[in-house]
């Protein structure tokens, strides 16, 4: 397996692990992604089994210090030197889960934000993946003020210092 970065030339691949990891209401269209790729594809992170992609991790850098549902939609508030990496979708097919291949993604996510000297990484998730990231060292801020998808997400946030 191999992680690299993504060009717009994975953006059909990219589309269809999203519908197939999130429900509709929560995933991220085509021209979202297009719009993401366009500005800040050196933060997506893919997993490549051979010719398949099975995951990816993805966001934008900002000042700002939570997560908002606006960034979703507005990949011009990529700001390239900014403080936080915000982790907007931790994808792996399903044929995939329970193999390392999230935890291999969010690492290397964590790794390049520590090297491009960020303050850390926030992303949001569901209650019952709060555990998980925590093995990260990711901590748990509360509930998000996100309603996106029309769910509860909790605000988790891996400080550097």
Known sequence: MEIRKATME???AITAVEAECFPAAEA???DAFAGRLAAYPDHFW???DGETLVGFVNGMVTDLPDL???MYEKAEMHDPNGKWQM???VNTIPSYRRRG???MLIEQAIKDAKAQGRE???LTCKDKLVH???KFGFVSEGVSESVHGGVVWYQMRLKFA
Do not use: M, P
Request: with cysteine; hydrophobic share 45%.
């Open 87 to 89: 982790i907007f979708g």
């Open 28 to 30: 991220a269209d085509r």
């Open 101 to 103: 291949c999230a935890a």
């Open 68 to 70: 908002t549902d606006e």
């Open 46 to 48: 893919l997993l490549y």
């Open 120 to 122: 850390g990484l926030v």
């Open 10 to 12: 994975d953006l059909e």
């Open 132 to 134: 998980y990231y925590a």
